[in-house]
C-alpha cells in the first residue's frame, strides 16, 4: 500500500506531458534564454550610464561598481550559453544598449536616491521574473535553473543595496518606480518575441 502511495507521489511531481498544441520545452527555453540575456545586457547598460553620470568619486561609485560588475558576470554566462545553445539572440539588441543607458543616465542626472529608485524598480521586475521562470522549469533544464536561482540572489541582493541606500526616499519614488515597472516589463515580453 505505501509503495503505492509512494509511486502515485513520485509520478505527480514529474512534469506533465505536454497536450497537442503545447510548445515543446525547448521553445520555452530558448526564449528564457534570449530575454534573460536581453535584461543582463541592459543592466549592463543602465549601470554604465549610472556610473558615466556619477562618476568615480561619488560616494555610491563602490556601489555601483560592485553591481556592475555582477551583471556582467550575468551577461557573460548568457553570452557563453547563447551561443552554446545556438539561441538567436533578441534584435533589439541596440535599442536595449541605448535605451539601458538613457535610463541609467538619467536616474543618476535626477540624483543617487533616483538611481537607487531605478535600480530597485528594475530588480524588483527581475526578481519575480526570474521566480516565473524557475516555476515553469521545475527540473527540465537544471543548468538553466541553477544559472537563475544564482542571478535571482544576486538581483535581489541589489535590490536591498539601492533600498538601504535611499531608493524609497526618491523624489516621486512611486511614478517614477513605477514607469520603470513598466518599461521593464514591456522589454521583458518584446524581448520574448523579437
Known amino acids: 500500500m505505501t509503495e503505492t502511495i509512494h509511486k502515485a507521489i513520485t509520478e505527480k511531481q514529474k512534469p506533465a506531458r505536454p497536450l497537442p498544441g503545447d510548445k515543446p520545452m525547448r521553445t520555452d527555453t530558448e526564449r528564457m534564454i534570449r530575454v534573460d540575456h536581453a535584461g543582463e545586457f541592459g543592466a549592463v547598460r543602465i549601470y554604465a550610464g549610472q556610473r558615466a553620470v556619477m562618476g568615480e568619486n561619488h560616494k555610491k561609485a563602490g556601489l555601483l561598481k560592485h553591481m556592475h560588475e555582477q551583471e556582467e558576470a550575468h551577461l557573460a554566462r548568457f553570452n557563453k550559453m547563447i551561443a552554446e545553445r545556438g539561441v538567436r539572440p533578441t534584435l533589439m539588441a541596440p535599442f536595449w544598449h541605448v535605451a539601458g543607458f538613457a535610463l541609467g543616465a538619467g536616474t543618476a542626472l535626477m540624483g543617487e536616491k533616483a538611481a537607487m529608485a531605478c535600480t530597485q524598480a528594475v530588480e524588483t521586475v527581475i526578481d519575480d521574473h526570474y521566480q516565473e521562470q524557475r516555476d515553469k522549469l521545475k ?25 538601504e541606500n535611499g531608493a524609497n526616499e526618491a523624489l516621486g519614488h512611486p511614478i517614477l518606480t513605477g514607469m520603470i515597472k513598466a518599461g521593464c516589463k514591456a522589454a521583458i515580453w518584446i524581448s520574448k518575441r523579437v
Do not use: N
Open 139 to 163: 527540473g527540465q533544464d537544471p543548468e538553466l535553473e541553477e544559472i537563475i536561482e544564482e542571478f535571482q540572489a544576486e538581483e535581489v541582493e541589489h535590490k536591498r543595496i539601492a533600498e
